[in-house]
């Protein structure tokens, strides 16, 4: 059985350890400030007060968690600012530039990507870096809030068939997308690698499963269909 040695400073790192702590929270951080800023952006689409007071609550929410992973970030003496520097914009850090014209867009958004995103973290949960694991259930808790809210406002939203069809069509462009982007094809070695020292706990195989049984679900009650992703390279460990 292995042993998984908990890390719980810089100090305790090897490098091959630390560049893969740096990598995966890389991305986390892109992820997390790019989705504050599609949420900053999409509140102008909002059609109510409280829903523009929400977004700007997920928007702000999102830039919280951006910043726990950016002073970790920074302790292991990454310059963080140069990051954003180099990021392409944040629709198309997630493949939706120009699909963001509508509130039912923006509902979509957080429907399909954020949701994609917090499944993507949970392969983290609990890992063998403590102070990283240790924001995780913040994090979290917060992003189930926002799926939620996503849930909730597309089932009503799809109860008029102009938003439903619009959400058909952007969901239809948009899942294929956010399955490459979120999950893709990973490399055998650097995952085999994270299982073995703890900094992943659950496959990638199976967090993509979960995550595409479950939009398909919720897809259903929205009286939505999830596109058939058979056959696209998209499905890992041969599928659902």
């Given at each position: 059985?292995?042993?998984?040695?908990?890390?719980?400073?810089?100090?305790?790192?090897?490098?091959?350890?630390?560049?893969?702590?740096?990598?995966?929270?890389?991305?986390?951080?892109?992820?997390?400030?790019?989705?504050?800023?599609?949420?900053?952006?999409c509140?102008?689409?909002?059609?109510?007060?409280?829903?523009?007071?929400?977004?700007?609550?997920?928007?702000?929410?999102?830039a919280?968690?951006?910043?726990?992973?950016?002073?970790?970030?920074?302790?292991?003496?990454?310059?963080?600012?140069?990051?954003?520097?180099?990021?392409?914009?944040?629709?198309?850090?997630?493949?939706v530039?120009g699909?963001?014209?509508?509130?039912?867009?923006?509902?979509?958004?957080?429907?399909?990507?954020?949701?994609?995103?917090?499944?993507?973290l949970?392969?983290?949960?609990?890992?063998s870096?403590?102070?990283?694991?240790?924001?995780?259930?913040?994090?979290?808790?917060?992003?189930?809030?926002?799926?939620?809210?996503?849930?909730?406002?597309?089932?009503?939203?799809?109860?008029?068939?102009?938003n439903?069809?619009?959400?058909?069509?952007?969901?239809?462009?948009?899942?294929?997308?956010t399955?490459?982007?979120?999950?893709?094809?990973?490399?055998?070695?650097?995952?085999?690698?994270?299982?073995?020292?703890?900094?992943?706990?659950?496959?990638?195989?199976?967090?993509?499963?979960?995550?595409?049984?479950?939009?398909?679900g919720?897809c259903?009650?929205?009286?939505?269909?999830?596109?058939?992703?058979?056959?696209?390279?998209?499905?890992?460990?041969?599928g659902?």
């Amino acid at each position: 059985m292995n042993v998984v040695k908990q890390i719980e400073s810089r100090e305790e790192m090897d490098a091959a350890y630390r560049a893969m702590v740096i990598r995966l929270m890389t991305r986390q951080f892109l992820a997390e400030m790019a989705t504050c800023e599609v949420f900053g952006k999409c509140i102008q689409l909002a059609p109510t007060w409280r829903e523009r007071a929400r977004l700007a609550q997920f928007a702000a929410e999102e830039a919280e968690h951006s910043q726990s992973v950016a002073v970790l970030l920074e302790d292991l003496g990454v310059p963080v600012d140069d990051l954003l520097r180099k990021r392409v914009g944040a629709a198309e850090f997630f493949g939706v530039a120009g699909e963001l014209a509508e509130w039912v867009d923006a509902v979509a958004f957080n429907f399909v990507v954020d949701r994609a995103g917090s499944y993507q973290l949970m392969t983290y949960r609990g890992n063998s870096y403590h102070p990283w694991a240790r924001t995780m259930e913040k994090i979290l808790s917060e992003e189930e809030g926002h799926q939620s809210h996503g849930t909730l406002e597309l089932r009503r939203l799809c109860a008029d068939p102009t938003n439903k069809a619009r959400a058909q069509l952007y969901i239809d462009r948009i899942l294929p997308e956010t399955m490459k982007r979120a999950f893709g094809r990973p490399n055998r070695e650097a995952n085999e690698y994270c299982l073995r020292t703890g900094l992943k706990t659950r496959t990638t195989e199976d967090i993509q499963r979960a995550y595409l049984e479950e939009m398909t679900g919720l897809c259903r009650e929205c009286g939505l269909s999830a596109p058939d992703l058979r056959g696209t390279g998209l499905l890992l460990g041969g599928g659902v």
